[in-house]
T-cell receptor, first 112, second 112 residues
């Protein structure tokens, strides 16, 4: 069972470059999320999508955009990467907003 | 606003000892989740607690939920080195349309 799949697993960007992190889930979940994790900061919610067709800002949305492409896929875009966006990014999904979340394997992003 | 506090945030303990991690939350809730994260890995679901008095056990780990005290505990019995990881609790609000809130995590280091 694939669960939640994120691509890529690792990425190095130069300051100012753009990129899109991809996330897909095969559990027919309604809700999807993007988190970043930095040392000592726990998980911080960037954006989420309660259901197909909706997206909302989380705790730290600045510098990011998202697209809920369909029920399965939720992408995160960095338009102009900054060193402060160096982090590990996790995508997650859940059946509904208040239920158990399942996480992807993470993307380790370094911006130089 | 729902706030979730874990303590301790860091714990170093000897193998064979017992210890408890606490997860306090600030508003009424009846669903709580525990996750484990190994270094460099993603979050893995450990326990789902969906009612007052719920208790779940898996090996040397036991989780419980007291909704009246707004408290969940994760108890470790006779710790072994393999349990070294970061443990997160996450709380679901009574509003089922709202996202779950994560604690900052407890980094557990078990000395062999």
């Amino acid at each position: 069972n694939a669960g939640v799949t994120q691509t890529p697993k690792f990425q190095v960007l130069k300051t100012g470059q753009s990129m899109t992190l991809q996330c897909a889930q095969d559990m027919n979940h309604n809700s999807m999320y993007w988190y970043r994790q930095d040392p000592g900061m726990g998980l911080r919610l960037i954006y989420y999508s309660a259901s197909e067709g909706t997206t909302d800002k989380g705790e730290v949305p600045n510098g990011y955009n998202v697209s809920r492409l369909n029920k399965r896929e939720f992408s995160l875009r960095l338009e102009s990467a900054a060193p402060s966006q160096t982090s590990v990014y996790f995508c997650a999904s859940s059946a509904d907003m208040n239920t158990e979340a399942f996480f992807g394997q993470g993307t380790r992003l370094t911006v130089v | 606003e729902l706030k979730v506090e874990q303590n301790p945030l860091f714990l170093s303990m000897q193998e064979g000892k017992n210890y408890t991690i606490y997860c306090n939350y600030s508003t009424t809730s009846d669903r709580l989740y525990w996750y484990r994260q190994d270094p460099g890995k993603s979050l893995e679901s450990l326990f789902v607690l969906l009612s007052n008095g719920a208790v779940k056990q898996e090996g040397r780990l036991m989780a419980s939920l007291d909704t009246k005290a707004r408290l969940s505990t994760l108890h470790i019995t006779a710790a072994v080195h393999d349990l070294s990881a970061t443990y997160f609790c996450a709380v679901g609000k009574m509003n089922r349309d709202d996202k779950i809130i994560f604690g900052k995590g407890t980094r557990l280091h078990i000395l062999p």
